[in-house]
């Protein structure tokens, strides 16, 4: 059973087109991240949120923190070939404080 | 400021072998944490180490293990190797640990391949 689910699992887009990834669960985090991997590559942190109904604003990226803590969205507007990679949510359980990660969402941005 | 080193970045072994991977994490940071990603699995927590002492657990087979040394550094030991243990293994290393809002920091990866 995953605690985070991301959907969709995967996305191929035109240039220019705005998209949205999501994470959810059924569990309360305490703070949820954000992160970026390219192939071959650790996972590099995007973005922590950590209060409910939070939203953040990098570049072009929002994310979103719900007000339930349980759930989290990443939209990306005008997306770029460079936007491509694997997107990866992580939250951190109340209760043990284990940093728990998502599937992942493979994203390809095509010229 | 370095980033999380892991050494080696690719490694070939047979079944029934062991293998020992290591991490240095950012100076300064005394939490390292190890995963295992697979395509099938996604990223799956192994466990966390902090100050030396184990501090969290995944639900991996005891043929995993690992250590802290008092620099901070870890290794991950994988004895009686599988093929379904054939996966890029990372390494997160953070200030106080990945509970809370701490955030972790990757190395690039070992990629393990079993045959």
């Known amino acids: 059973t995953q605690l985070l689910e991301q959907s969709p699992q995967f996305l191929s887009i035109q240039e220019g087109e705005n998209l949205t990834v999501y994470c959810n669960s059924s569990?309360?985090?305490?703070?949820l991240q954000w992160y970026r991997q390219e192939p071959g590559e650790g996972p590099v942190l995007l973005v922590t949120v950590v209060t409910g109904g939070e939203v953040k604003k990098l570049k072009r990226l929002t994310f979103q923190f719900g007000d339930a803590r349980k759930d989290s969205s990443l939209h990306i507007t005008a997306a770029q070939p460079g936007d491509t990679g694997l997107y990866l949510c992580?939250?951190?359980?109340?209760?043990?404080?284990?940093?728990?990660f998502g599937q992942g969402t493979t994203l390809q941005v095509k010229p | 400021k370095a980033g999380v080193t892991q050494t080696p970045r690719y490694l070939i072994k047979t079944r029934g072998q062991q293998v020992t991977l290591s991490c240095s994490p950012i100076?300064?940071?005394?939490?390292v944490s190890w995963y295992q990603q697979t395509p099938g699995q996604g990223l799956q927590f192994l466990f966390e180490y902090f100050s030396e002492t184990q501090r969290n657990k995944g639900n991996f087979p005891g043929r995993f293990s690992g250590r802290q040394f008092s620099n901070s550094r870890s290794e991950m030991n994988v004895s009686t190797l599988e093929l379904g243990d054939s996966a890029l293994y990372l390494c997160?290393?953070?200030?106080?640990?990945?509970?809370?809002?701490?955030?972790?920091?990757f190395g690039q990866g070992t990629r393990l391949t079993v045959v």
């Open positions: 997160a290393s953070s200030l106080e640990g990945t509970g809370g809002r701490t955030e972790a920091f």
């Open positions: 992580a939250g951190v359980r109340s209760n043990t404080g284990k940093l728990i």
């Open positions: 569990s309360v985090f305490s703070s």
């Open positions: 100076s300064g940071h005394r939490s």
